[in-house]
């Protein structure tokens, strides 16, 4: 099965910094990567993915690459903010049918020094 | 829209007990997803539901669990008997075909 590997598992900046986190995947199946912010007691909600046939998309602060040949992607997040901090999860997956098997990383805590 | 809604959000056994969650997905959604994660890690998927078939439960440990999605809709997952480990949060969620997972709030488990 999928085993995904993510780095690091915490990170602090300063406010307006920019924050990069790395993950790697195993099968080469997988075709479909999304990020998930989670905070505190809450529910993990998507914030950008990106499927196999793109090597880079962004969202305003927010952008992901992906390199199919390595199998890694990475999640950058610029001029961050207080409200940034959270713990971040990639995940990867194979299409199964019309829907995705997710396999998520171990997450990486952000911090965002005011 | 509304939301995955699940309940209880909060619940206290004791070991060797049984409990059951409840799942409710956006409406219209036919996949259900239920993940169990244990503090400090990501979700991991116990089972995949297209609208009321198992589409996936290769990580569900039968033994002690079980989950059905009667009529499509709604869902139930069930522990009987819960052990010390089984202590996490378990998340229900839902997607559309080709499109992303919503999460519910979730459960959380507490198994003394």
């Known amino acids: 099965g999928e085993n995904v590997e993510q780095h690091p598992s915490t990170l602090s900046v300063q406010e307006g910094d920019s924050a990069v986190i790395k993950c790697t995947y195993s099968?080469?199946?997988?075709?479909?990567f999304p990020w998930y912010k989670q905070e505190l007691g809450k529910r993990p909600q998507l914030i950008i993915d990106i499927r196999s046939n793109v090597g880079e998309k962004k969202d305003q602060r927010i952008a992901v690459t992906l390199n199919k040949t390595a199998k890694h992607f990475s999640l950058h997040i610029t001029e961050t903010q207080p409200e940034d901090s959270a713990v971040y999860f990639c995940?990867?997956?194979?299409?199964?049918?019309?829907?995705?098997?997710?396999?998520f990383g171990k997450g990486t805590l952000l911090t965002v020094n005011p | 829209e509304a939301g995955v809604a699940q309940s209880p959000r909060y619940k206290i056994i004791e070991k060797r007990q049984s409990v059951a969650f409840w799942c409710n997905p956006i409406?219209?959604?036919?996949?259900l997803y239920w993940y169990q994660q244990i503090l400090g890690q990501g979700p991991k998927l116990l089972i995949q539901?297209?609208?009321?078939?198992?589409?996936?439960d290769s990580q569900l440990p039968k033994d002690r669990f079980s989950a059905e999605r009667l009529k499509g809709v709604d869902s139930t997952l069930k522990i009987q008997p819960a052990k010390l480990e089984d202590s996490a949060v378990y998340l229900c969620?839902?997607?559309?075909?080709?499109?992303?997972?919503?999460f519910g709030p979730g459960t959380r488990l507490t198994v003394l």
């Open positions: 539901f297209q609208n009321n078939g198992v589409v996936d």
């Open positions: 099968d080469s199946a997988s075709n479909y």
């Open positions: 409406s219209g959604h036919a996949t």
């Open positions: 969620a839902s997607s559309s075909r080709y499109n992303e997972q919503f």
């Open positions: 995940a990867a997956s194979p299409s199964v049918g019309s829907n995705y098997k997710l396999t």
